[in-house]
């Protein structure tokens, strides 16, 4: 077979597509490393010279391939026609919501040759207990389908394949479980921490405090992970740092990268990124990034419509009700920043927060009022007033 290198990339970072990291491997690593454990050799081409060859098996490597969907392409000989391009079309979001696993399969819209040949598990149910006026659904489910390809053309398919590259870690892992037990027990056991707790891959030299969770995780060599953190489906790089209290799912983490107590969620975060903000949902976050404390990235419309993404000066959108932002490389982004959902920050970018309080001649025992970086000493008679009222 063929594998077709192609020139795409994403704005903001500087890597093509398939050098796009997941874990250890580039996107181009992985696709190789798959078709070698199938014993198939291949050929690495230019783009140039795919309008050379005709009627063979060609694979890109800006497209995010299952283990299984390249068998039967190769196996079975599956050709797709336009409509059925053996993508998850459209409406997939990282984290939806539903009390039916059958909605669920709709509403992903999965199209292939063999719809029947699709293994739907829900793996992880999980009370939302939100207000039903914030989100009306009650449940959280995350399904694995088997047989899938991603084609990233942009950040929030990035982000699709990071989902898909954590649900694939999970469901890898629990493979011999579900020889034991069988689907049906699988689905009820899966969440019980005796099952979880050993479906960890972890690396040489790790310091694990005794009270954190992890289940379904990959972790690399020299991590440090402090007290009471909870890790689900995360693939944790060589020599990061997870400090106390944080919780990461269904996440990739870079190389080198320390991370101050977050909440982190269907995230791709790069090599040597700093983050100090407590809570990171949706988000790809370039090489050696710095996210301030406080900084917020919106991940929800008020209006719980799909959230549109720049594409040069237009605006498209994302097919998914769920998206945060893109840090581009090399960004510093400054405390207490809020930005809307769907931003793209492009790298070597810059932000800082003019409102926060500059150097000041500051004496003891005043009272100081904030109006965006000045302060502005009021004489104590004005507390006293303002009481009153």
């Known amino acids: 077979v063929y594998i077709v290198l192609t020139p795409s990339r994403i704005k903001g970072l500087s890597h093509r597509t398939g050098e796009i990291l997941f874990g ?4 181009l690593e992985r696709l190789e490393s798959q078709l070698l454990k199938l014993n198939v050799s291949f050929k690495k081409i230019s783009f140039e010279q795919l309008s050379t060859l005709k009627g063979e098996t060609v694979f890109f490597d800006d497209i995010f391939y299952s283990e299984n969907l390249i068998q039967k392409l190769i196996t079975e000989k599956w050709v797709f026609s336009d409509k059925e391009s053996g993508a998850i079309e459209g409406k997939f979001n990282s984290a939806i919501c539903f009390d039916n696993i059958q909605s669920i399969s709709i509403f992903f819209g999965l199209t292939h040759a063999k719809k029947n040949d699709i293994e739907q598990q829900s793996l992880m149910k999980i009370p939302l207990k939100l207000p039903e006026s914030i989100y009306p659904e009650k449940n959280y489910h995350v399904a694995l389908p088997n047989i899938y390809c991603q084609k990233i053309l942009d950040w929030p398919d990035l982000l699709k394949a990071q989902s898909l590259f954590a649900r694939e870690i999970i469901i890898n892992s629990v493979r011999i479980w579900k020889t034991i ?19 960890n891959r972890i690396g040489k030299n790790c310091q694990i405090h005794p009270t954190a969770i992890l289940e379904s995780c990959v972790i690399g060599d020299n991590v440090e992970i402090g007290p009471y953190c909870y890790l689900r489906g995360a ?3 060589d020599d990061v740092v997870i400090q106390e209290h944080s919780s990461i799912k269904l996440s990739t983490i870079g190389k ?8 982190i969620f269907n995230c791709l975060i790069g090599k040597e990124v700093l983050i100090t903000t407590h809570i990171l949902f949706h988000c790809v976050v370039g090489d050696s990034t710095f996210i301030g404390g406080g900084v917020g990235f919106a991940d929800l419309n008020a209006s719980r419509k799909n959230i549109s993404v720049s594409v040069g000066k237009a605006t498209q959108s994302s097919d ?16 207490g920043l809020l930005f809307n959902s769907g931003q793209r920050i492009p790298h070597h970018s810059t932000f800082l927060n003019y409102q926060m309080i500059q150097k000041a001649d500051l004496k003891e025992d005043q009272i100081y009022v904030a109006q965006g970086s000045r302060v502005t000493q009021s004489p104590k008679q004005f507390l006293k007033e303002s009481k009153k009222l």
């Open 181 to 199: 037990f069988g689907e049906f027990l699988l689905n009820k056991l899966m969440n019980h921490p005796f099952l979880a707790k050993r479906n």
């Open 235 to 237: 693939i944790i790089g």
């Open 320 to 335: 998914q009700m769920f998206l945060g932002s893109m840090i581009g490389e090399h960004g510093f982004i400054g405390a």
């Open 24 to 27: 250890n491997l580039t996107l």
């Open 256 to 263: 080198g990268t320390y991370i101050l107590p977050c909440q």
